[in-house]
């Protein structure tokens, strides 16, 4: 009697511990914890799940992963942040791999977390709508010694033009994470790039950077993600791993046709400690050079023409910007000095270190990034051309124009991308498509000059003819000067179409000026539809006002001989 009593006592604890292993395993399945690490089964790739059938059900796949982790000793060294959770759930002893652990132990120990957001980079098109990248750190290692681990596109050398676009577009290259120094990151970005960062320091525990370590990991080993430049690019791939280990952070939304870097940091700004920002090696020698005094400009000036030695200085804002151009220098020329240029680093070295007393000079903090306008634009605009009124609708996907705020973007530059604009005018729809259109107005100083340019392409239906349709489009360059650290002129010569003018040259100068209130676009256009036709003069003044966070008010007039036209258009970014 009493072993029958045993026996069923056994069965009944056998049960119970039964039902309660798969409850658990039911409760973790369903867990944001393991379904964030699936992905909520985003990534399609097969390798990515062991289970048959484990992309749609996140149970399967973990009952899969369960098995693996007790009877396969590689299971860790493939899913280094599945087999953390899963050892840390279930309370089993699986060991640890240690490829995974030796690959982290050389990237150091890490106190805290950053996510870094570049600026844009006009000059190449991939860059063009910034860039970021995280960043690990260590609090007893300089900045510039600590890792950072990036998401980017592994191309081929060689690739063609036309693969690089195709491909980058469709997904036709492999995503990969990198390791690099940050110190590097400066070199690249800041030094040869001219672009500005800010760091973005992120609520993010030691276990939580470990568990993200662990989860990169296993995303390059086995996601094999594809690399979309439109809305599977650097930032989204770099957020998404963040995501996938914060209960804080949500993915990105699925269906986007394009998601650029900036809305990542909008999104990551919900767990941010601190900001730190880092301007551009140019930006410092600008805002420095601002400061000299008159003798120290023409000290600076001559040091740099090679007629004064550096060592002879005693201003310790020249001695900075000497150091300074330096590095610009050696950024231009492929990381080297010239014999003679290194020597003359380092007497400058030797001299700024016998001045002893640290720089005063204040480097103004612009609007961080996530202040950024949002890149969908729609507008309604009224006015009148040739003393007829009209009514026209706009929508472009991408929108930041020379006159929008510019958080998060180079001041003066321009960049949007299909515009599409609905115009009434006489009882008649009229359809005018901007297709691309993007400026960049840098600044000329004493230790260096870039050019400053413009470029359009577009199409319009042709006022007289409702089935006719005109090209036109802008394509010129020139220089910029500073008047005000809020104002510059420029001047740029070029080539330009307009409606029912032939393609010919065109000057044009004037200014760009950023007041408290509103932004100024100013300028004087000469064009010659043909070179031996009879010029066309142009005056056109646009000012943009800040409604609120998310509204712009714009007006606009065009002068031509006695013709004057003019629009006002209120626009919302979203």
Known sequence: MLKRMLIILLLFVHSTSYATDESEISEVAASQEWLKLLHYNRIEKAEFYLGSGGINSSLVELRANLEQLKSNPQYSCEFPARAKLLREKFKIAAPLCPQVENWKSKMGRHSSLSLVYVSQYVSNPASAFGHTFLLFKNSKEPLNLNVTISNAASMPEDVSNFA???????????????????????????????????IYDLNFSEQQIDQLLNHIWELSKRADQGYFFLNGNCSVNSYNALAAVHSDLDFLPTGRIYVLPIETIVKAHAITQNIEYLPSLREKMFLRSQALSSAE?????????????????????????????????????????????????KEALLNRAELGISSKLKIPRPAEPHHALPSTRIAASGGSIREQSFYALSAAPFYHGLLDSSPGYRPFSELILLNSTIRTMNHENKLDLTALQMANFPVITVFDSQWSWRLSLGIKSQELCNQCWLFNGE?????????????????????????????GPQLSAGILANFSFAKLLSQFRLLHPKFNAESRHILDVSMNFDVDRNTVFEIAGHLEKEDFNYQMTLGYHF
Do not use: C, H
Request: aromatic residues 12%.
């Open 297 to 345: 400009n023409q000290s600076f000036q001559s040091i740099i023409a090679n007629s004064e030695p550096p060592s002879l200085t005693k201003s310790i804002e020249v001695a900075e910007l000497t150091l300074e151009n330096f590095e610009l220098l050696r950024s231009r020329q492929y990381g080297t000095l010239t014999t003679s240029q290194d020597q003359a680093y």
């Open 164 to 198: 690089y676009i195709f491909k980058g577009i469709t997904g036709g290259f492999p995503a990969e994470f990198s390791t690099e120094s940050f110190y590097l990151k400066i070199q690249e970005y800041s030094n040869i790039e001219n672009r500005d960062m800010w």
């Open 475 to 503: 394509g010129s360059a020139g220089k910029s000067l500073t008047l005000t650290s809020n104002s510059q002129v420029f001047g740029l010569f070029g080539l330009s179409q307009e409606q029912t003018s032939s393609l």
